[in-house]
């Protein structure tokens, strides 16, 4: 088959279902419009919806379903127009990758819920009956972990569209599934990131730092318990492939569509043809500061209990790490590289800072693709605004995906705000003693990693608690504390030197939330007559 050189354009749109009886919007949602330059054809209409996808609205004769974009938008009325379901279809990639979740661990709820089991994982395709205007070239970009990105869509888009029709919201790329092999358009995996999920931001488009598409968004995984969520992204590469396995020539059926007519063939061929033409976009690579952030695996001395955390990798067969992490009952610790299978038994504990959350985990054979940090000196990287990314193995086991990488989560965010003490009893002046960033950090990213945001990626401390409210026990993933780097430098030349070394009472109390500083009372007396009368 001849390559084709076809330009295609792309708008956001909002999607939604009126029952015809009582002429009510029953749901609406986010979609991607995407149509071929230069052709009178109308284009196709993209969504991932638990609502438009089920069995119960699709086969509904009862329903029409309508599509508006932003230039649907008049000075006084929207025009929505009608379109027609072209086909459901399971994306086997993405129910699969949801399922480990939600079913297997059991420890994360998927959302929007819906009573269609298979809901979260279908995409419907639909076929607007009058071509629309699409305002930008669409264009593919593959994401790396640690990339911004922009989702934008049509939250809430039944209360008002005119509002919401077009939103937008910025993120991190997080995580970035990598099956084993090569990641190509039939394997490529799905992406999770920080941003928040808004009700009806499902089927909204993401696209990347350049404003080429990424994928769509298919919903957010909650942690049960409330811990934090995560944003579940499909790429447009799992959507071919998915798509693409389900025509097969040989059949004319799709076999697997959940209703509404059956797609033909010649359409499946268009269709994979549209979006598999900008597919040949090299992959960027990781972000280096990645393979610095290894899980560490805990034991009780029972061993029955497994819990997990995060460390860095500050040189060859030593990692830092927090305290809690190895919990008071450890047995034993495993660390566990990133983007391998590689593990290494713990074979000494550290404590160089005996009244401070920090150990140093030694081991014996250094792993020969582990990447040390490089630690930042001095704090004049530690300042209030600057931009940071922070890298921990949070929210969930690493392993639980049942794949053979292991892959931190990544967030980028701003140093909200740094405290300065005297670090030693005895210290001439105040250094940084803690600071906060904006970053997510979750549960499970204890002892990972706070870097720069600059291309040299230095390490500027690390991940050791959240915000908490304890009367409500609320978490705050997106407040986490920081033990800054100068305090992990001082630690690690109190080993060199083998000796200990204790931080100032201070300290201690700003890391427990204790008063650390006098409160005075300026005594001004006040004049006996006001100055301003009122």
């Known amino acids: 088959m001849k390559s084709c050189h076809w330009k295609f354009s792309f708008t956001t749109a909002a999607l ?34 638990s609502v438009l996808a089920s069995n119960t609205v699709v086969s509904n004769s009862a ?53 269609d089991l298979a809901s979260p994982a279908i995409i419907a395709i639909f076929i607007p009956r009058r071509r629309l205007a699409a305002d930008r070239q669409f ?58 999920y808004l009700e009806g931001m499902e089927g909204s488009a993401v696209l990347g730092p350049s404003g080429r598409s990424i994928g769509i968004l298919a919903g957010s995984l909650r942690k049960s318990n409330g811990e934090g969520e995560l944003t579940v992204i499909c790429p447009w590469t799992m959507i071919v492939s998915d798509i693409a396995r389900q025509f097969v020539p ?69 990692v830092v790490t927090n305290r809690h992490v190895l919990k008071s009952d450890a047995g034993s610790a495993i660390i566990v590289f990133p983007e391998s299978n590689a593990s290494r038994q713990v074979r000494q504990v550290l404590n160089p800072i005996p009244n401070m959350d920090i150990v140093y985990l030694l081991f014996d054979t250094p792993y ?29 086991p690493p392993q639980s995906l049942n794949e ?5 989560l990544v967030s980028n965010g701003t140093i909200s705000q740094v405290v300065k ?12 003693a803690l600071f906060s ?9 204890s002892g990972g990693g706070i870097f720069t945001r600059r291309s040299d990626r230095r390490l500027l401390g690390m991940i050791t608690s959240n915000g908490r409210v304890d009367a409500t026990g609320t978490i705050y993933p997106q407040l986490a504390f920081i033990i800054p780097s100068n305090v992990i430098m001082l630690g690690w030349e109190a080993i060199k030197y083998g000796g200990e070394v204790y931080l100032s009472d201070a300290v201690i109390r700003l890391w427990r939330m204790q008063k650390t500083h006098e409160d005075v009372h300026e005594n001004i007396e006040s004049s006996a007559e006001p100055k301003v009368k009122l």
């Not at 330059?37 to 209409?45: H, Q, T």
């Not at 922009?150 to 997080?174: N, Q």
């Not at 003490?421 to 940084?432: F, Q």
């Not at 960033?437 to 990213?445: E, F, L, R, T």
């Open 404 to 408: 053979k990488l292991t892959m931190p």
């Open 63 to 115: 329903c029409s379903f309508y599509v508006a974009t932003r230039q649907s938008i008049g000075a006084e009325k929207i025009t929505w127009t009608p379109v027609d379901i072209a086909t459901t279809l399971i994306l086997p990639t993405l129910r699969s990758f949801i399922d480990e979740f939600t079913t297997s661990s059991g420890s994360m709820q998927f959302y929007p819920q819906s009573m």
């Open 139 to 196: 264009l593919f970009m593959k994401p790396n972990v640690g990339s911004a990105l922009t989702i934008e869509g049509a939250p809430f888009v039944v209360d008002s569209p005119a509002m919401f029709l077009g939103f937008k919201a910025t993120g991190t790329v997080s995580y970035v599934q990598k099956p084993e092999g090569s990641v190509t358009m039939e394997n490529s995996g799905v992406i999770l990131s920080d941003v928040r």
């Open 437 to 445: 960033v904006s970053a997510a950090c979750w549960n499970g990213s």
């Open 368 to 396: 020969g693709d582990g990447l040390p940090v490089t630690i930042a000196s001095g704090d004049e990287l530690v300042a209030q605004m600057n931009q940071i990314t922070s890298v921990g193995f949070g929210l969930y």
């Open 250 to 318: 040989e059949h004319r059926t799709t076999g697997t569509a959940i209703g509404g007519p059956t797609f033909r063939i010649k359409d499946a061929s268009a269709l994979t043809t549209i979006l598999s033409e900008a597919l040949n976009v090299a992959r960027p690579k990781d972000d280096m500061c990645v393979k610095s952030i290894v899980c560490i695996y805990v034991h009780d001395r029972a061993r029955r209990r497994r819990s997990w955390g995060s460390g860095i990798l500050i040189s060859k067969n030593m």
């Open 16 to 49: 939604k279902v009126v029952v015809n009886e009582r002429n009510s919007v029953a749901a609406a949602v986010s979609a991607v419009y995407i149509t071929k330059d230069d052709d009178i054809e109308p284009g196709l209409v993209f969504t991932i919806s």
């Open 421 to 432: 003490l005297p670090l030693l009893p005895h210290s001439k002046g105040p250094e940084v």
